[in-house]
C-alpha cells in the first residue's frame, strides 16, 4: 500500500500527461493556465486511497480521480468570478487574467471534461459512480449557494453553518473516498463508513480552518492571522460567540464589526477568548474527528489497511497547537 | 408513429411533470423561471423521432430529452450572459432578472441535472449516449467561443462559419436523433447518417435563419428585418458579400456598417443583391438540405417511417418564399 505522499505523486503524473485541446485557444489556455497553478490534488488522492484500502488501484480511478479534480478546478474558476477573487494560490484568477466570459465557458467545458473521464470506466461501476458524481456535483452547487445567501443572513445558526460547509466541501471529500471505495469492490455498508469518514474529516479540518484564522501561529498556519475577522466572515467562532455573549459582549462585538478600527482582529479575538470560543471550537473540531475515525474503524478490512487513512486524518487535523 | 406536433405535447407533459428542488431558492427559482419560458423542444422531440424510426419510444428517450432540452438550457442562460442580453424569447434573461452571480451558478446546477437525467437510462446504452452528450457538449461550448471569437476576427470565411454553427447549433439537433437512435437499437451505420441528416439539416436551417434576416417577410419572419444588419453580424450573407464584392461595392458596404446611417439596412440589402447573395445562399441551403436527405435515405428503416423526419425537415426549410 502506498502512503498520501506516493500516491500524490502517481496522481500528479499521471493528471499532468493529460492532453487538453490546443483550439479553440481563448477556451482551453485558460484551462491549462489554471491547472497548472498546482493544488493539493487531495481529492483524487482520496479515491486512491479509498480504492486501495479494498484492493489494488485500478485505471479506473485515476480517470475518476481526474475526473474530480477537474470538477473541483471548475468550482473554483467560478466561485472566483462569483466572489470576485482576485488572487488564486498567489496567482491571478481566471477572470482576472482573461476575463468573465472566458473564465465561464472555461469551466463549462471543463465540467464536461470531467464527465468525459467518467464515461470509459468499466460498465460494471458506471452507473453507481456517475450517480454519487452527480449528486456530489448537486451539492457542492447547493452549498455554495448557501454560502453566498448566509453573507447576507444574520439569521444563520451553527447548524446552518456546518450544512452549508457540508455540501461546499466535505461532501466532495467524501465521495472521492466513496467512489474509490466502488472501484475497489468494497461492500455498500463500508463505502458508506468512508463516506461518512471523508464527511465528518472535512467538517472538522473547515472548523480548524477557522480556528487557525483567529488562534493559529501565523507561521505554522501560513496565512495572516485575522483574514476572516476583517472581512466579518461568518465562521463558527463568530456564530459561537454571537450565541453565547453577553449584551455587553455582543455590543462590543458588533461596533468592532462595523467600525474596522486598526485593533480589529485583536478586539474580536480578545472577546473571542472572553466567550470561551477557542475551547469550544477545538471540543467541536474533535467531535467532528470523534465522528469521523468512528466510521473508519466501522469500514469492513484490516485495521492494518486503514493506517494511511489514519496517517493522513492526523496530518490535516493537528493537535499540536 | 406520431407526427412531430404530438410528440412535442408528450414531451411537453413527460417535461412539465419534472420537479426542480425549491431549495436552496435563490439557486432553483432561476432555473425554474427561464425553464417556464418555453421554447419549441426541438431537440429532446428530434430525441423521441430518432427513437421511433426504429421502435417504440422507450422511456429512456424521454429521459436523455429531458438531459438534452436541460444542457441546451443551460447554454443559453450562460450564452445570455456572454451576449449581454437583456431578453430571450421576450422575456428578461436570467441576469437581468437574477444577477450575474445567480444565472452563473443555476446555469451550472442545471448542466449537472442534465447529466442526472442520464444516469438512470438502461445500462446497455449508458456508456455510448454519455460518450456521445460529452462530446457533443464540448463541441457546443467550442462552437460558442469560436462565435464570440470571430466577431473580433475580419478574416474569418466561409468554411470558418460553417463549422462554428456546425458546433454551435447542429451537432446538438444531430446527436438528439442519433441517442434516440441509440436508444432505439438502431445499427451503427444508420445512427451515423441519422447524425448527419441533423447536422446538414441545421445547418441548412442556419443559413436560412441568415437569408431571412435580409430578406424575408417580415410577418412570415416573425422578427424585424436587418436584425443581423444593424449589429454588422458576420452572417453567411455578409461573408459572401465582402468575399464577392468589387472594391467600389467593398468601400460601399464597410462605408455603411461603420456609419450606422439610417438607412443602412436599405443600402446593405440592395449590396447584397447586387452581389447576387440571396441566389447563393439559397442554393448553398438547399446543399445542405440535399446533403440532409441523401443521409435519411441511407437510415436502413422503411421509407414509410421516414415521413414524419420528412415533414419537419420541409417545415423547418421552407421553400416558398
Known amino acids: 500500500m502506498h502512503t498520501f505522499e506516493q500516491l500524490t505523486e502517481l496522481f500528479g503524473n499521471y493528471f499532468s500527461a493529460q492532453q487538453l485541446p490546443t483550439l479553440p485557444k481563448n477556451l482551453y489556455d485558460p484551462c491549462r493556465y489554471f491547472l497548472q497553478l498546482g493544488g493539493k490534488r487531495i481529492r483524487p488522492v482520496f479515491c486512491l486511497m479509498g480504492n486501495e484500502l479494498f484492493g489494488e488501484i485500478h485505471e479506473d480511478a485515476y480517470k475518476v480521480g481526474t475526473a474530480i479534480e477537474l470538477f473541483h478546478n471548475f468550482t473554483l474558476i467560478h466561485d472566483d468570478i462569483m466572489d470576485e477573487a482576485d488572487l488564486r494560490r498567489g496567482k491571478p ?25 467518467l464515461e470509459n470506466i468499466q460498465t460494471e461501476y458506471l452507473k453507481n459512480i456517475l450517480h454519487l458524481f452527480n449528486k456530489t456535483a448537486v451539492e ?27 455540501l461546499k466541501t466535505s461532501v466532495l471529500l467524501a465521495a472521492s473516498l466513496e467512489m474509490g471505495a466502488i472501484i475497489g469492490g468494497a461492500s455498500e455498508g463500508s463505502s458508506k463508513h468512508l463516506y461518512a469518514f471523508g464527511k465528518n474529516l472535512g467538517i472538522a479540518f473547515q472548523i480548524q480552518d477557522d480556528y487557525l484564522d483567529a488562534f493559529g501561529d501565523a507561521a505554522k498556519f501560513g496565512k495572516e492571522i485575522g483574514g476572516d475577522i476583517k472581512q ?5 467562532l463568530l456564530i459561537r460567540a454571537l450565541e453565547v455573549a453577553t449584551d455587553a459582549q455582543k455590543l462590543k462585538l458588533n461596533d468592532a464589526m462595523n467600525n474596522n478600527a486598526d485593533n480589529k482582529v485583536e478586539t474580536v479575538i480578545q472577546l473571542f477568548r472572553e466567550c470561551g470560543v477557542p475551547e469550544w471550537a477545538k471540543a467541536l473540531k474533535e467531535e467532528y474527528l470523534n465522528k469521523a475515525m468512528y466510521h473508519l474503524e466501522e469500514v469492513a478490512v484490516q485495521s492494518s489497511r486503514k493506517k494511511h487513512l489514519k496517517d493522513i486524518a492526523a496530518f490535516l487535523i493537528q493537535r499540536d497547537y
Chains 1, 2 share one sequence.
Do not use: F, P, W
Open 232 to 236: 466579518n466572515k461568518k465562521t463558527a
Open 140 to 166: 457542492v452547487c447547493e452549498g455554495q449557494q448557501l454560502d453566498m445567501d448566509y453573507a447576507q443572513d444574520n439569521r444563520i445558526d451553527l447548524y446552518d453553518y456546518i450544512k452549508m460547509i457540508e
Open 93 to 117: 484568477t481566471v477572470h482576472t487574467k482573461y476575463g468573465n466570459t472566458a473564465a465561464l465557458l472555461s469551466g463549462d467545458v471543463m465540467m464536461i471534461k470531467a464527465y468525459q473521464y
